[in-house]
């Protein structure tokens, strides 16, 4: 029986001529696998003994398919709760079922290169003789994607079962902090899908380790992971016939609560205003950035933090950790000239007359600014722990968020919102170019 | 003897002390409104007045902060999806599938309301929606291509195609070409004539005085005023002179 959601979706697809989005990102990590070699695949430089290759597998397998799980996470919330037909349908009928299936159906086509990318960034193991290996790593991450892809919807859609629940109220306010209490479920959601499929690829991935050192039935293990997406698929259809619709009021609430803290916080804000000076298209960034897009450099900056953990250390490859973590930051918060891009209008940039230069220049300015914030306090703890030490990793973090921010911004004039496709494999290759290069200068 | 008197119709709307607060605004207070079968109503207000929230808690998109609404008998905080099939709805600011045709749009919205959401929409229907909302040219072309006023007549059309028995339009005749409504005005008073109840939120009064049966006027999240629309001059003088 046709599925009219589906239908409207390859109508859509057929019109907008996407084009092959996956190429970019495969082609980026078949260039970063010789460069994260030495970072994920560390292991092959010691002896080959089978139980090195296992035990290194088995890392790298978790740490892969964990990332891979975080991903789909997202994007299935994404897709599901704040994606692109909620507003289209929020006055329609819905069948909640076959909309699902629809979403779900898209989120796989447009998601399915993730798994890929991993298989393409740790090739080095199968092009060292591992194969074996490999192909369990490989098959370790393929479950961990369709695990997330199918627990993913299921916790969403129980997120606002969770929230309109009465009797979860007061737990809901014990682990809300300053959010709304409706937005608690849903803020956690993606958490328990991680911790979900986590438990199954960790499973699957200590199988894997184990049937590489002889024990046979540990190939077994890999099933689970996709079992445990099943199950997750099967109970997100009874699910969506009772929370797709209603999770719209529940955002509507959420947002709402939103904007009356923002209205509150107006005059305490800190846009680094300042610095704009003359220059408007700065200045417009600055806002633009700030008021729109201030998860990005405050997701980055936690990630800093933990940069600067890694760098309050004594051990000599504290350097190269701090690169590691404050460069994934770095390229992270680089992106948000494509997401201000998104955000200005190219018909608003044609009214006022607004020349592309400058808007250049200011979007990457911001990314620039809002990168030390990631690298300034891992650089610092460095700074403390080791004194002189800094300046490689200070030159390296730098120069990656001024190669990424520019990056960004000139693809972003570009190709507008559509050019983040873009710039997501070239921060990936310029982070891993950073870390090989931090790596090939660490002591030994 | 005598019969007894007919009961009255069912009702279609039944809006019971409505409230919401944003924080310590109040945007909608105690609002109480009934809408019967074959009814238009206009609901009218300044701007800020509370009117799209009042109709965004009617089409279950907004949970009210207390009272309730009753679509068809149906209460629409605890069943939004039961409810939605009830309802033809145009928000304020309508989304599209920006990269669907209006004809592809209006097939699919056809077809999700239809008995079996699988099978094609009769296409006579599709066609007399767009006439309905003057899209008859430009009905093959994109809609990412259209005027913010054809975004509004693709809304209309979707939700008029599949003759719901209660239509909520908001603003719904902002940006329209005066031909094109007239047209949807006299399309709305045709389906009121055939037992469907409307909605309507708009500030040119002239509109309603034509083809409305009551005017409820909204000021500061209240209803000042419920006339019928006999009466819209007093609605007018309200709106120039509020209380």
């Given amino acids: ?444 | 003897m005598s019969s007894p008197p007919p009961p009255p119709p069912p009702l279609s709307v039944e809006v019971t002390d409505l409230r919401k607060e944003y924080g310590k605004v109040v945007a909608v207070d105690r609002v109480s409104f009934q809408l019967r079968p074959g009814e238009l109503v206009g609901l009218v207000g300044p701007n800020g007045a509370g009117k799209s929230t009042t109709f965004k808690m009617l089409s279950g998109q907004l949970l009210p902060t207390a009272g309730s609404v009753r679509v068809m008998g149906v209460d629409v905080a605890r069943d939004p999806a039961g409810a939605r099939r009830h309802l033809g709805i145009v928000p304020e600011h309508p989304k599209l599938y920006e990269y669907l045709s209006a004809r592809e749009m209006i097939t699919f919205a056809a077809q999700i309301r239809g008995t079996d959401p699988s099978a094609p929409p009769d296409p006579a229907r599709i066609d007399e929606a767009l006439r309905i909302a003057g899209l008859g040219e430009d009905a093959d072309r994109l809609i990412h291509e259209y005027s913010q006023g054809m975004h509004r007549k693709t809304a209309l059309a979707c939700a008029l195609v599949a003759e719901p028995p209660v239509l909520l339009l908001d603003e719904a005749l902002n940006g329209l070409d005066p031909p094109s409504a007239e047209r949807v005005v006299d399309a709305l008073a045709e389906r009121c004539r055939r037992g469907a109840t409307v909605l309507l939120s708009t500030h040119v009064l002239d509109t309603l005085g034509r083809v409305a049966d009551r005017v409820v006027l909204i000021q500061k999240g209240r209803v000042a005023a419920d006339l019928p629309a006999s009466e819209l001059e007093q609605v007018r003088a309200m709106l120039k002179d509020p209380p």
């Fill in chain 1, 1 to 444: 029986m046709p599925n009219p959601y589906a239908q409207v979706h390859r109508r859509i697809r057929a019109h907008q001529r996407p084009g092959p989005t996956w190429i970019l990102p495969v082609v980026a990590a078949g260039l970063a696998a010789p460069l994260a070699r030495p970072v994920l695949l560390g292991f092959l430089d010691g002896p080959a003994a089978p139980e090195t290759i296992a035990a290194g597998t088995d890392a790298v397998a978790f740490r892969l398919g964990a990332l891979v799980a975080s991903a789909m996470a997202l994007h299935t919330y994404t897709d599901l709760v704040r994606g692109p037909d909620r507003e289209v349908l929020d006055v329609h009928p819905v069948q909640a079922r076959p909309l699902l299936r629809a979403i779900a159906a898209r989120t796989a086509r447009q998601r399915w290169y993730l798994p890929l990318m991993a298989a393409v960034l740790v090739s080095p193991l199968a092009l060292a003789g591992h194969v074996q290996a490999w192909l369990g790593l490989v098959a370790v991450v393929v479950g961990a994607w369709l695990c997330s892809l199918g627990v993913g919807f299921s916790v969403h859609l129980g997120a606002v079962w969770v929230a309109f629940s009465p009797g979860l109220a007061r737990v809901l306010d014990l682990l809300r902090g300053d959010n709304p209490r409706m937005q608690a479920a849903l803020i956690y959601a993606p958490g328990v899908v991680l911790a979900v499929a986590g438990v199954a690829l960790g499973v699957a991935s200590a199988g894997v380790s184990a049937a590489l050192q002889g024990w046979a039935p540990g190939w077994a293990f890999l099933a689970l992971p996709p079992l445990v997406g099943l199950a997750g698929a099967l109970v997100a259809g009874p699910l969506a016939d009772g929370f797709y619709v209603r999770a719209s009021a529940l955002l509507a609430e959420i947002d709402a609560a939103w904007a009356g803290v923002d209205e509150g916080e107006e005059e305490r804000r800190v846009y680094l205003e300042w610095l704009a000076g003359d220059r408007p298209e700065l200045l417009r960034a600055l806002r633009q950035g700030w008021r729109r897009l201030r998860s990005w450099p405050m997701g980055a900056w936690g990630l800093g933090l933990l940069g600067a953990m890694a760098g309050w250390s004594a051990d000599p490859g504290a350097a190269s950790q701090v690169v590691l973590v404050a460069g994934a930051a770095t390229v992270l918060v680089a992106a948000v000239p494509t997401r201000l891009a998104e955000g200005d209008p190219a018909w608003l940039d044609q009214a006022l007359g607004v020349r592309a230069g400058p808007v250049v220049h200011a979007r990457a300015a911001v990314a620039f600014l809002y990168a030390q914030g990631a690298i300034l306090p891992a650089l610092l703890a460095l700074l403390i722990r080791q004194g002189g030490a800094i300046l490689r990793p200070l030159l390296l973090l730098e120069l990656l968020a001024l190669v990424a921010a520019f990056a960004a911004a000139l693809i972003a004039r570009r190709l507008r919102g559509r050019g983040a496709w873009a710039y997501a494999p070239l921060g990936v290759l310029a982070w891993a170019g950073a870390a090989f290069l931090s790596l090939a200068g660490a002591p030994p």
